[in-house]
């Protein structure tokens, strides 16, 4: 299973981006997609994920209303568009593959999510 996260850049504040997660060798709608980021000396969070069918997405309260998260299982692709960005949301940002569904987005030992598929992440910074 491979997935490779691409789309970062510098933006500034109150600007859009759009990432894109990209999947092979996997059966890509057998599985749901979360994303994450970690900032600078900060721990790895939680942002959105969306179910294997793309019907039910979830978002952390930080970025509800502000990112969204799309798929196009045809493409094995799926996107985080984000909006209104701040410079709070600068990070690396992460996509992962999971089995399950699962919106509380933990990643202590044994969460679903800490045992996904992960993919290398790509830069967000969000200065002036």
């Known amino acids: 299973v491979q997935l490779q996260a691409s789309g970062g850049g510098l933006v500034q504040p109150g600007g859009s981006l759009r990432l894109s997660c990209v999947g092979s060798?996997?059966?890509?709608?057998?599985?749901?997609i979360g994303w994450f980021r970690q900032a600078p000396g900060k721990e790895r969070e939680g942002v959105g994920c969306i179910s294997k069918s793309g019907s039910i997405t979830y978002y952390v309260d930080s970025v509800e209303d502000r990112f969204t998260i799309s798929r196009d299982n045809a493409k094995n692709t799926v996107y985080l568009q984000m909006d209104n960005l701040s410079p709070e949301d600068t990070a690396v940002y992460y996509c992962?593959?999971?089995?399950?569904?699962?919106?509380?987005?933990?990643?202590?030992?044994?969460?679903?999510?800490?045992?996904?598929?992960w993919g290398q992440g790509t830069l967000v910074t969000v200065s002036s």
């Open positions: 060798g996997l059966t890509f709608d057998d599985y749901a």
């Open positions: 992962a593959a999971n089995p399950f569904f699962e919106v509380s987005l933990s990643l202590s030992d044994g969460s679903s999510w800490a045992s996904a598929s």
